[in-house]
């Protein structure tokens, strides 16, 4: 049952990408969605005995080395078969969505995106259930690669080829450190298995620890797109709104934070690295909710929300509350994946042609699902009671406070940030002047039930989600912890505060936000600009390697290494043109040639002859 949980995913990405063409695109849709169901149902039934008791399944000897050999497997305890269960049960969800959001691309070879989707979740499954850092690593690679191929699916738009190199090269710098915190990991602890590794950390004493753990972390930064590896996340937008809810969701950026509460262990035994972790998880959840209130495109609000959120979560890791991390990155796969699902229902009654916000208005009335799937995706984001969100985000600001006021403070800040960003979303899109019908003036309509299905269920996971938190803490080793009712009240507050300011300005509108962005219009472009961290890469760095690649290029390239080359064949050319005299074709010429060389001949004869004693 284990290894069906594993390669059902692959199995469907054979087979797509071998007969997709044959099988046409539907039937390709509905290979994925079999295949990660299938996933999802073992999975429960791994779960159900991998609960208490750890499986570890060793499938075959790899690499033999002298005094080791590695071999591949899978662990299944509470935390990997819990997330596996979360992971393959939002995939299968969005998978379903793919349907009908990918229905007017039928006909266009759409079967390599299912094959993808299925490439995506199986490299996924890996990172989560591989027993050693060496299959972590091969998954790793895996959705990074998926992603790469996902982000670019529309190929022909310049936007989403730049955005998928972007991710490529973004994820390969945390990949290099990655492969470096592995490789120093092994040289400590002599093995890559993560029990062994466990094992031995209460004997081993190692200032290499601290190193390790840092380039480990340096990978989760690149892949969960923290500060300052970040500028492929919102700009991943560009795919599918599929691909956006998977890769936020379910998939690659929670790879990050899963890592980290995986080898958790490890990184305890280093806490000045915990401390880096929690310094990059808060400034970034700081920055992202800060870009979030200026941008306006819809998808990418989200996408910002997500970095924050996840801020979040490595903020609660570094203060040593893996548990209430990990609880957050669950509730928040169910309500992300709604928010997206949510905005591409939007975005598909469009035909793909409307992004921004102020572009839509009044679409309440029209898409009551999507409008109401959206609301509790937003109240669940902004921690209101008594949806998941809440019961996850008050813990965590609870764990902050209990580390230092100014993390408390922090987390406050970001919660207030959260909860107006996102219903300014929300409150632009669905309330309001129906400004749509200034650029497309058809009515819009409610999606496909194929669509709305999965919103309604992730819905109702976005609402009951949090009821488990102390199921959840207790099986994944994570400490109890009582609710703070003064804390809670206070979260809640924030967060109706910022829902409250948001329905102000964006609905009735006390303010004019016109003229408060133009009043504040220098903040206002830092946040959106992402406080130019975006054109100080690709303005600055980027376009400074080019510039330095250019100057190699031209004096390297051109001038050094062709002038060797074309030196040596004009010295040959030279040589030959010197010589051809000797082949003219001139039968008098070859007459004196051969006279002379005879003379010269019976010259050098008589030498030897007298002049040598012979």
Known sequence: MEF??????LVAFLVIGFLGRQIGDKASGVITVIA????????????????????????????????????????FDALSSITTAVVTFVATLIFIYSIGYMHDEFGKWTYKFYAYLSLFLF??????????????????????????????????????????????????????LFIFGIIATFLIFNTLDIVEIFQKIP????????????????????????????????????????????????????????????????????????????????LTALFAALA????????????????????????ALGVGDKGGAMFHLTTHAFFKALLFLAAGSVITAFHHKLYD??????????????????????????????????WSKDRLIGSYYEASFVWGLLGTIVAFLTAYYIFREGFVVFHGEERFRKIDPHEPKEVSSVMTVPMVILGVMAVIAGFFEGWYVHAVGGEHKEIHLNIAIMSVGIAILGI???????????????????????????????????KLYHGILAAGYMSYSRVLFAVGERQFIDGVVNGLANIVQSAGQGLKFL???????????????????VLLLVLLIYGGGY
Do not use: C
């Open 292 to 315: 979030a209130t200026s941008h306006t495109d819809m998808k990418k609000i989200i996408a910002f929300s997500t970095m924050s959120q996840l801020g979040y979560m490595f903020l």
């Open 500 to 534: 409250v300011l948001a329905y102000g300005v964006f609905v009735r509108r006390f303010l004019d936000p016109e003229k408060t962005y133009d009043s504040l219009k220098a903040l206002h472009t830092t946040f959106k600009e992402q406080f130019f961290t975006e």
């Open 36 to 75: 990660s169901a299938i996933s999802f149902v073992s999975s429960l039934f791994v779960l159900s005995h991998s609960l208490h008791t750890p499986v570890q399944i060793k499938l075959y000897e790899f690499l033999p080395l002298e005094g080791y050999t590695l071999t591949v497997g899978f662990y």
């Open 203 to 282: 004997t081993t004493q190692s200032a290499l620890i601290g190193l390790a753990t840092l380039l480990l972390f340096g990978g989760a930064v690149g892949k969960s797109g923290q500060l300052p590896l970040h500028t492929w996340l919102p700009n991943a937008m560009a795919g599918p709104t599929p691909v956006s809810a998977l890769l936020h969701a379910a998939t690659m950026v929670a790879a990050g934070v899963y890592m980290v509460a995986r080898l958790y262990p490890l990184f305890e035994a280093a806490p000045q690295t915990l401390k880096v972790v929690a310094v990059i998880g808060g």
């Open 357 to 390: 916000i102020y572009n839509f208005g009044g679409l309440k009335k029209y898409m009551p699902v999507t409008y109401a799937s959206f609301t509790i995706g937003a109240l669940a984001l902004a921690g209101v009671f008594p949806l998941s969100g809440f």
């Open 4 to 9: 069906v949980v594993v390669f059902s995913p």
């Open 123 to 176: 490299a996924m499954l890996l990172i989560v259930l591989s027993d050693n850092l060496l299959g972590i690593f091969f998954g790793w690679e895996g959705v990074g690669l998926a992603s790469y191929l996902l982000i670019g699916y529309y190929h022909n738009l310049k936007k989403a080829t730049n955005a998928s190199l972007e991710a490529f090269v973004m994820n390969r710098i945390g990949d290099w």
């Open 583 to 601: 082949q003219a074709g001139k039968l008098n010429w070859y007459a004196l040639s051969l006279a002379g060389g005879f003379a010269i001949l």
